[in-house]
């Protein structure tokens, strides 16, 4: 690390993070990205001429559900040989260091579990789950499918078990992650452009609650100067120094 500056911040956080009684930490794709997950927003955030947001909406799946299956199959495929990157094992190290532990992610990739976090509450799903729209039954099932994958109870076109852009996020993990945030005393968040809402307004929540907020981002984003601290860098290389020692 090059920055003086940086050192310090990175004594200043673990001091704060030793004191702390219930730690959140949210993440966002940008925590993927050494993983090789491409993020939604940077470069290589596209499939085809397609940008993920314009294929992670209802309105696209009842346009065109082969395509959007095609798409999340794609994406099964790069995601499967994939593995956690050492800030997804350090965000293990620290759950097991603090008296209390909320992982909040946006991510559907699954590594933060594949790495051993236990306490995951994933806001947008699950990418290796599929659910019926008619029985509402959700499976996990790892494989491609096939291009129109049907439910064998009761026939309807599955669709992935992830949240799109205007869909209601599940009530129970909402609620899960909204009483994490407003009681914790120290909250990180990593990799997340803050663009997304509810997930985007969490860090705020915290803050007004009186939380210490840290981020972790290779860039600034609209939130940055309302945190207490801010480290601009790669997650694979902030987070361990962040948790290391602690
Ligand atoms: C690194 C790095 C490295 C890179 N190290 N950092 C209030 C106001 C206005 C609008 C709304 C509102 N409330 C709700 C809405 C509507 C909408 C919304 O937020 N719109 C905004 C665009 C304004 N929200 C919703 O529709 C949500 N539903 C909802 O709230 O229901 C109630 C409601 C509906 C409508 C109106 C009002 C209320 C649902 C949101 C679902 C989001 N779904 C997706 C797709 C999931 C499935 C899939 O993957 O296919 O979730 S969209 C996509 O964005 C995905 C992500 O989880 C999400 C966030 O992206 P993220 O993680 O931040 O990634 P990036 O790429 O944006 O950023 C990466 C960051 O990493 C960057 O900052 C890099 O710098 C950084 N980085 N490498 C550290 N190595
Ligand atoms: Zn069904």
């Not at 309807?156 to 852009?165: G, M, T």
């Not at 945030?181 to 803050?207: C, H, N, W, Y």
Request: a neutral charge.
């Amino acid at each position: 690390m090059k920055a003086v500056t940086d050192v310090d911040k990175v004594h200043r956080i673990r001091d704060r993070l030793r004191g702390a009684q219930h730690v959140v930490v949210l993440t966002g794709a940008g925590i993927s990205a050494e993983s090789g997950v491409p993020t939604f927003r940077g470069e290589g955030g596209l499939w085809r001429e397609y940008r993920a947001v314009d294929l992670a909406t209802p309105q696209a799946f009842q346009r065109d559900p082969r395509l959007v299956w095609e798409f999340y199959n794609w994406r099964r495929e790069v995601l499967a040989p994939l593995s956690p990157n050492p800030g997804h094992e350090a965000l293990v190290r620290l759950e097991q260091r603090v008296p209390r532990f909320t992982l909040i992610t946006q991510n559907i990739d699954g590594l933060h579990e594949k790495a051993g976090s236990h306490n995951i509450l994933e806001l947008h799903g699950n990418i290796w789950h599929v659910r019926c729209p008619g029985c509402g039954t959700v499976t996990e099932d790892r494989r491609v499918l096939p291009p129109m994958p049907l439910c064998a109870g009761c026939g309807q076109l599955l669709r992935p078990h992830v949240v799109w852009f205007g869909e209601n996020l599940d009530p129970a993990i909402l609620t899960r992650a909204y009483e994490a945030v407003q009681r914790t005393d120290f909250m990180m968040i990593v990799g997340t452009s803050g663009t997304v809402e509810p997930a985007a307004s969490m860090g705020m929540l915290a803050k007004r609650k009186g939380a210490w907020l840290v981020e972790v981002n290779l860039e600034a984003t609209p939130h940055t100067s309302f945190y207490d601290a801010s480290i601009l860098g790669k997650s694979g290389e902030i987070l361990p120094l962040i948790c290391e020692a602690l």
